[in-house]
């Protein structure tokens, strides 16, 4: 089950970042705790990801892009890096394209793939062709058009695939300067964690989605477990 | 511990449901029991009715010996087939068939400790000898209640069958001490039946030579030695015979005591009552919903270890440095779905 959080997103697209969308602020917060605590204005790029899908990465992705732009002022731009199951386009209502793949085929300029997401933020999809990402990843990576697309930005997050679900995965991590690994709760078994972590190239920092208690207030308090 | 807790509460319906349906359970099985009456009964011991063998100097007392020759006879086909002709129980396991339908057949499952579920068919005499062998054993109780007074108690899923069995065995049990004693006084009246004879006949042969003596010496007085001998002779086959005649009176007087009442030495003081109500349904109702609260929760508890070992997901911040030694920048609580 999926945490309820994107139906409010379409209310912070293409929206004035001052809307500060009820349910979507306990997102907003862990993701500006998570932003200071890894770098805060001094953030180049972040590749946020996950062991497998439905953990809630997208949404933080967006929202570490949202903590960027409202907390520290800073020109963003969200890349959506998942070839293989693309739809950050479609949940924040752009353009599907053109994006990664038209560029990397010489179809399209970097001007044209940025699409204007909210004040500040700019959002590159992956184009019309997901059926060839592995092929855009390479090229990607060895043109250098991932530093071309941020050279504008302040900084870039990049919505990755998940670890397990894709070959390339941990190449797209590589290229980013933090990763942030987000983990549901109760949810993602430990030894699959483990697995997809351990061909990572740095240490990834990790985000807890879906942290709850199911000890009443009294228990939690006597144990501890509640602050 | 927080982590068994965690799971309780995130499994609490799952983890609950088995020890609420073995209470249930537990409940529903002596519901579905057959229902029981108990008729109990006391005798008073006069002297030993039966004679047991125990030395004079045991420190059993009466009242035990002869709860054991009881529990002894009970152990006795012949006994029990009696017993059970006597009080009607033969009648009421012929009649009462527990193949007859699905609650009988409930009923013969769950109350088999009890021997009442026998089936039985109505000509099968060997068959129902068998399980009035088994209800005996299973639902007579036996017991001293001091040193002169033998308890005894009967369960039966009828008040009438309970009361007339109880009513039966002590009868036959009474029949049973009485036949052996009759046996056992009509054999020392023999045996002094046959002494008297015997000593008559050798009285007569003492007066007899008596009187030859004093026919052949008229002058003999009481200076003469065989004369006198002859006549102690006599006496003292008079006195022997004398003697065993009053034993023998003896013998017939106590061989009459038998047939006059209280002859066997037991005094019913207590006869066995028509019971009025079930036997302990709602003691029985709490001791079943206590075993099946402790087997419930044993079954929780198996479950709650199993649930907690097998869950290796992350729940708690703490956790991630702990099994992945990763560094955690935030957490993001769970968010309940909007209403629309």
Known sequence: VRQPELRLLDEISMRPLSVDPPIARPILDACSGAALQLGGPTLKSLGV?????????????????????????????????????????????????PGLAELTRGEATVDQVVHPFADGIGLVTVGAAPSSGPRTVVD????????DIGREYDVVVGDLPPLLDSNFAHLLADAFQRVLLVVRAGVTPLVRIQEATAALGSEPAVLLNGVSSELPRWLGQLTGSLS | MIRYLETFYRHRLLLLAPVLLAVLFGVALVGVRQPMYESSAMIWLDGPAM???????????????????????????AFTAKVAQRGGLSDYLQQTNPQGGWLSRLRSIVGGGSGWSVSVSGSDQNGIGDAAYTVLNRNLKVAADGPQIVALSFDAPSAGVAQSTLRAVIDQFSDETLDVRRAQSQTVVDFFQQQVTDQAATLSAADARVAAYAAQHP??????????????????ARQRYEGLLSE???????????????????????????????????????????????????????????????????????DVRSALGFRLVGTIPRLRQARP
């Open chain 1, 49 to 97: 990801t996950s062991t497998i899908r439905g953990e809630g990465r997208s949404t933080v992705a967006i929202g570490m892009a949202i903590v960027q732009r409202k907390d520290f002022g800073r020109k963003v731009l969200l890349l959506e890096l998942d070839f293989e199951n693309p739809g950050l386009a479609l949940q924040l209502g752009a353009d599907v394209w």
């Open chain 2, 219 to 236: 002058k003999a007085g009481s200076t003469d030695l065989t004369l006198v001998a002859l006549q102690r002779s006599d006496d003292l």
């Open chain 2, 248 to 318: 023998l009176d003896q013998a017939k007087l106590d061989q009459a005591a038998l047939n006059q009442a209280g002859g066997t030495g037991l005094r019913l003081i207590d006869p066995p009552n028509l019971p009025a109500a079930r036997v302990g349904s709602t003691s029985t109702l709490v001791h079943a919903g206590i075993a099946g609260l402790a087997a419930g929760l044993l079954i929780m508890l198996f479950c709650l270890l199993a649930l907690t070992a097998a869950d290796n997901s992350l729940h708690r911040p703490e």
């Open chain 2, 51 to 77: 004679d047991t063998g125990v030395p004079a100097n045991s420190t059993l007392t009466l009242a035990d010996q002869q709860a054991g020759v009881i529990s002894e006879l009970l152990s006795t086909h």
């Open chain 1, 140 to 147: 990607l990576l060895r043109s250098g058009a991932l530093s």
